[in-house]
């Protein structure tokens, strides 16, 4: 005797696994690498913003240095004006510094430091306003300035309009 067929059906697949939602693991590695980046972007700010800071003071120490050695006041008036200059267009980008001239740079210089104390000294003095003349003085040339004073000055502009522009972007110093 014959057997009838017995009634087979195929073979059913099942259903392709789906890229979406992606596994665990898949979750735990995206968030590590987002983490990496976030961290070495903090790190690469926290190191430029210091970098600049440490640049600055270097520069300042080679300045008095100079003057130190040579004690011309016109290179030390051009050294600081040109200091300051690079030092404002580095941490002010958005301002337009490099066209500011006499009595607006020395305005400018002032109002980028903040609020000062009564008996702090400004660059709209007699000890600022060498850094209008001066540069362009011959190697030469005599200034009555207290090289001291004016040092102090751009010493004292120099690190807080660096830490400010730090604050202001995020950085840090």
């Not at 200059?85 to 337009?96: K, M």
Request: aromatic share 8%; glycine share 6%; hydrophobic share 40%.
């Amino acid at each position: 005797m014959i057997q009838p067929a017995l009634e087979l059906r195929d073979i059913h697949l099942p259903e392709p696994i789906s890229w979406w939602p992606p596994a665990p693991g898949w979750w735990i590695l995206a968030t590590g690498i987002l983490l990496c980046i976030i961290i070495t972007f903090i790190i690469r700010k926290t190191y430029q913003g210091r970098q600049l800071k440490r640049d600055i003071a270097a520069e300042l120490e080679s300045i008095k240095h100079r003057y130190a050695d040579t004690q011309n006041k016109v290179e030390l008036a051009r050294s600081l004006s040109i200091l300051l200059r690079r030092v404002s267009i580095s941490c002010y980008p958005h301002h337009d510094i490099a066209g500011m001239t006499g009595e607006r740079w020395l305005h400018w210089l002032d109002q980028a430091q903040g609020k000062r104390k009564a008996h702090d000294a400004s660059f709209d003095s007699d000890t600022g306003r060498q850094l209008l003349s001066a540069p362009y003085l011959p190697d030469d040339a005599v200034i009555d300035v207290d090289a001291q004073a004016l040092i102090e000055l751009c010493e004292s502009w120099l690190l807080a309009s660096h830490d400010k522009a730090a604050r202001k972007t995020g950085g840090s110093s």
